[in-house]
């Protein structure tokens, strides 16, 4: 008895390990496809990735949840002047003492160092407003893009364009108060909005061309109608020097965004952008965005 019970256990054994043998060899058994990484763990404390093409969401974190989004801020800057009809990208704007003054009183903002006097073109205004991420020159576009017989009144419709435009593309919690991030209490977006606003902005080619630049070297026209050669503008997106086929777009910082990152890269045909808001430092931010890439490239 013992013997034919021990002999039935074998057999259902062995049938069991030739059974799971088959399933194995077919993969029937497999736990999960190979293309299934797991989503990575970021500083940031917020983040979104999206394809560029569908929209499709790729990777979120705190994705709809506000916060201050430092220089970032000038993407809208600069979609706003290069939604003005008929523009003209070589007229020229002449830097007023406000403008500098505006940088020393706060605390040495980042700027592209234009000179009071100074005639720049539109196209370099936008270049110092991207690469070197200018107050001054966010300043200059403001005033020269809005309406009104006042400089206060110019800035403060130049920002409710922002507003506007942000409504007519559904960023449903971001909301303007500078043309430059430097709030004052109601500057804030959200990782999805930014992406969306980045991607609306990217179908422009002036913009893709500017945001893409690692460097520009400015020539302006000085008060006797000479010629200035600037020092030139770096671009102060890393990922331009970091990643392969990395496309833009900008960085923002400051004390209560902490370091953010919206950015894009094109591979084999596939453009991936995203965001990171409030991360702890620039390395932290860098990586962030290269995991979040990295990521979203897998998808």
Same mark, same amino acid.
């Given at each position: 008895?013992?013997?034919?019970?021990?002999?039935?256990?074998?057999?259902? *054994?062995?049938?069991?390990?030739?059974?799971?043998?088959?399933?194995?060899?077919?993969? =029937?058994?497999?736990?999960?496809?190979?293309?299934?990484?797991?989503?990575?763990?970021? *500083?940031?404390?917020?983040?979104? $990735?999206?394809?560029? =093409?569908?929209?499709?969401?790729?990777?979120?974190?705190?994705?709809?949840?506000?916060?201050?989004?430092?220089?970032?801020?000038?993407?809208?800057?600069?979609?706003?002047?290069?939604?003005?009809?008929?523009?003209?990208?070589?007229?020229? $704007?002449?830097?007023? +003492?406000?403008?500098?003054?505006?940088?020393?009183?706060?605390? @040495?903002?980042? #700027?592209?160092?234009?000179?009071?006097?100074?005639?720049?073109?539109?196209?370099?205004?936008? @270049?110092?407003?991207?690469?070197?991420? %200018?107050?001054?020159? *966010?300043? =200059?576009?403001?005033?020269?893009?809005?309406?009104?017989?006042?400089?206060?009144?110019? !800035?403060?419709?130049?920002?409710?364009?922002? #507003?506007?435009?942000?409504?007519?593309?559904?960023?449903?919690?971001?909301?303007?108060?500078?043309?430059?991030?430097? %709030?004052?209490?109601?500057? @804030?977006?959200?990782?999805?909005?930014?992406?969306?606003?980045?991607?609306?902005?990217?179908?422009?080619?002036?913009?893709?061309?500017? !945001?893409?630049?690692? +460097?520009?070297?400015?020539?302006?026209?000085?008060?006797?109608?000479?010629?200035?050669?600037? &020092?030139?503008?770096?671009?102060?997106?890393?990922?331009?020097?970091? @990643?392969?086929?990395?496309? %833009?777009?900008?960085?923002?910082?400051?004390?209560?965004?902490?370091?953010?990152?919206?950015?894009? &890269?094109?591979?084999?045909?596939?453009?991936?952008?995203?965001? $990171?808001?409030?991360?702890?430092?620039?390395?932290?931010?860098?990586?962030?965005?290269?995991?979040?890439?990295?990521?979203?490239?897998?998808?």
């Amino acid at each position: 008895m013992i013997t034919r019970i021990q002999g039935t256990r074998l057999r259902r *054994a062995a049938a069991v390990a030739v059974t799971t043998g088959a399933m194995l060899a077919t993969g =029937a058994l497999t736990v999960a496809p190979a293309q299934a990484a797991s989503a990575p763990s970021i *500083a940031a404390k917020g983040g979104y $990735v999206m394809n560029n =093409a569908t929209g499709k969401s790729l990777y979120t974190k705190a994705a709809d949840t506000r916060r201050s989004t430092g220089s970032t801020t000038k993407i809208m800057t600069a979609l706003v002047v290069l939604k003005q009809s008929n523009l003209n990208m070589d007229s020229k $704007v002449t830097i007023q +003492k406000a403008y500098s003054e505006y940088i020393v009183d706060n605390n @040495y903002a980042s #700027n592209a160092k234009l000179i009071v006097g100074d005639k720049v073109t539109v196209r370099q205004l936008l @270049y110092g407003l991207m690469l070197p991420s %200018g107050c001054d020159a *966010a300043y =200059a576009l403001a005033d020269k893009f809005g309406s009104g017989s006042t400089r206060a009144a110019r !800035v403060k419709s130049f920002i409710g364009k922002m #507003n506007t435009t942000a409504k007519n593309l559904g960023l449903k919690n971001t909301h303007f108060d500078s043309f430059d991030g430097i %709030g004052h209490g109601a500057n @804030y977006s959200t990782p999805r909005d930014l992406t969306k606003l980045a991607s609306a902005a990217m179908k422009n080619s002036t913009f893709r061309t500017i !945001v893409k630049t690692k +460097k520009y070297t400015a020539k302006t026209t000085t008060k006797t109608g000479g010629t200035r050669t600037m &020092a030139a503008w770096e671009n102060t997106n890393p990922l331009l020097s970091s @990643y392969s086929g990395a496309i %833009g777009v900008k960085t923002g910082s400051g004390p209560e965004a902490k370091y953010c990152l919206v950015f894009a &890269a094109t591979r084999s045909g596939k453009t991936v952008i995203g965001t $990171v808001l409030a991360s702890t430092g620039p390395e932290a931010r860098k990586a962030d965005a290269t995991k979040l890439l990295n990521y979203g490239f897998t998808r």
